[in-house]
C-alpha cells in the first residue's frame, strides 16, 4: 500500500500544472486523500463523518433549513461504510462521484456559512469560512500524523495571502479533487494488487501498464493546457 505521504505528493504534483493559485492545491491534496478513507483503520473516521453530518443537519435545519450539505456528508460516510477496501473509491467511476460529492459539500458548507453569518449580522471574512470548511473536510480525509500540518499550511496561506469570493474558480475545485483521486488510482495501479479500475463496467484487475497509460493521459492533458491556457508560455 503506498504511504499517505506519497500519495500527497502525487496529488499536489498532478494538480500543480491546471492552477492559476496554489490555493487550489489543498483540493488536490484532499482529492488524493479521499479514496483510502474506505481502509479498514479509517472505519472511525466514517462514523465520525456520519455522526457529524447528523449534527450538522439538524443544525442547520433549525438555523436556515439548507440541510442538502449535512446531508451529503451523511451520504458519503454511509459510501464508505459499505466500501471495502480498494472497492468503490478506486475506481474511475468512484473517483468521479467522489468528488463531485466533495466539491459539492464544500461549495454547499461555505454558502451556508456566509448566509448564516449575513443572518445574523456576523461579519466574518470569506477565508475564515473557507478555512472552517477546508478543516472540517481536512479532519475527514488527512492522515492523523498530518492534519495540524495541514491546519497550519491552510491557516499560514489564508493568513499571508486570503482568498476572495471572487476569485474561487468552483470547477477547478472539482478538477482538484478529481486530480488528486486519479493520482492517488495511479500510485496504487503500481502496487502488486493492482485495481479494477473499471468497475462495475470491467471486473478484471489492472496494474503497471494502466498506471502508466494514465500518466501519459494526464502528461498530455497537463502540457496541453499549459500550453493554451498557460499565458507564459
Ligand atoms: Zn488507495
Do not use: E
Amino acid at each position: 500500500m503506498s504511504s499517505f505521504r506519497s500519495h500527497a505528493l502525487a496529488g499536489l504534483l498532478f494538480g500543480l500544472p491546471f492552477i492559476s493559485n496554489v490555493f487550489y492545491l489543498f483540493f488536490a491534496l484532499l482529492g488524493a486523500s479521499v479514496p483510502d478513507l474506505d481502509h479498514q483503520n479509517n472505519k472511525h473516521k466514517v462514523y465520525s463523518m456520519i455522526g457529524f453530518g447528523v449534527v450538522l443537519s439538524v443544525l442547520l435545519f433549525f438555523l436556515n433549513g439548507d440541510v442538502l450539505s449535512g446531508l451529503v456528508l451523511i451520504l458519503l460516510g454511509v459510501i464508505f461504510y459499505f466500501s471495502r477496501h480498494r472497492g468503490f473509491s478506486h475506481t474511475l467511476v468512484g473517483i468521479v462521484v467522489l468528488s463531485c460529492l466533495f466539491s459539492f459539500m464544500f461549495m454547499g458548507f461555505v454558502s451556508v456559512l456566509m448566509r448564516l453569518c449575513i443572518d445574523f449580522g456576523v461579519n466574518v471574512p470569506f477565508s475564515s469560512i473557507v478555512f472552517i470548511v477546508m478543516v472540517l473536510i481536512g479532519y475527514f480525509v488527512i492522515h492523523r500524523r498530518y492534519l495540524m500540518l495541514y491546519i497550519l499550511a491552510l491557516a499560514v496561506y489564508l493568513v499571508l495571502f486570503g482568498f476572495d469570493f471572487g476569485m474561487f474558480n468552483w470547477y477547478v475545485v472539482f478538477g482538484m479533487f478529481l486530480v488528486g483521486g486519479l493520482s492517488h488510482l495511479i500510485l496504487d495501479l503500481r502496487t502488486p494488487a493492482g485495481l479494477s479500475l473499471f468497475k462495475p463496467f470491467i471486473k478484471r484487475k489492472f496494474h503497471q501498464k494502466m498506471a502508466l497509460f494514465l500518466f501519459i493521459i494526464w502528461l498530455v492533458v497537463a502540457v496541453g493546457y499549459l500550453v493554451y491556457f498557460n499565458p507564459l508560455i
